[in-house]
């Protein structure tokens, strides 16, 4: 009878529109290994993903410092003040896009951290290793405040003092 609830109760939450339906865990037995295997790939391969996105950003950005200053040196040599100064100013918003992104991967990749730590307790367990507990073992999985923000602070306020110093020179 309880299934015959369970039942009625998915096809009815599948009629109503926009109601999203929680999807139904695999049964325990013979599989659950693969599952597990299927699981932890997935979530890895999600950190994985969303970490070199962050590496892809930090490439775009680094290249894009480098074609801005050598702008900006080029308009302050050839006496294009304006021009030096706006490029400061695109400089300090590739910084600003640049950390807002970086943190945002950063963000993304860290939401596949808990469900590798379940996966590695649950293995660690199973085998008796606690040495597989690495997302526990590690120190600095909490640390909140990146060098990055230090960076890009920098960066940006380096930026708009070149702006600055390109307008009122």
Same mark, same amino acid.
Request: proline share 6%; aromatic share 8%.
């Given at each position: ?9 998915? =096809?009815? %939450? $599948? +009629? ?8 139904? @865990? ?17 979530? %890895?391969? +999600?950190?994985? &993903?969303?970490?070199?996105?962050? #590496?892809?950003? !930090? ?5 894009? %410092? ?8 080029? =308009?302050? $040599? =050839?006496? !294009?003040? *304006? ?14 896009? *640049? ?13 596949? #951290? $808990? @469900?590798?730590?379940?996966? $590695?307790?649950?293995?660690? =367990?199973? /085998? ?5 507990? #690495? ?6 999985? %909490? ?5 990055? /923000? ?6 940006? *306020?380096?930026?708009?003092?070149? *702006?600055? &110093?390109? +307008?009122?020179?």
């Amino acid at each position: 009878m309880g299934k015959t609830i369970s039942s009625v109760r998915t =096809a009815i %939450t $599948q +009629w109503i529109p926009g109601r999203r339906v929680a999807p139904i @865990p695999p049964p325990p037995g013979p599989n659950d290994h693969e599952s597990l295997v299927a699981a932890l790939e997935h979530a %890895t391969r +999600w950190y994985e &993903y969303r970490i070199s996105q962050g #590496l892809q950003v !930090l490439n775009f950005y680094l290249v894009s %410092t480098a074609v801005n200053s050598a702008a900006y040196v080029a =308009a302050l $040599q =050839a006496k !294009l003040d *304006a021009v030096a100064g706006a490029v400061g100013l695109v400089a300090a918003l590739v910084s600003v896009a *640049a950390a807002l992104a970086g943190w945002r991967s950063r963000g993304l990749a860290r939401l596949a #951290l $808990q @469900p590798i730590a379940e996966i $590695q307790d649950r293995l660690a =367990a199973t /085998l008796n290793m606690d040495s597989l507990r #690495l997302v526990q073992r590690n120190p600095h999985r %909490t640390f909140t405040t990146p060098i990055s /923000l230090v960076m890009f602070v920098l960066a940006c *306020a380096i930026s708009v003092s070149g *702006a600055l &110093y390109a +307008w009122l020179r």
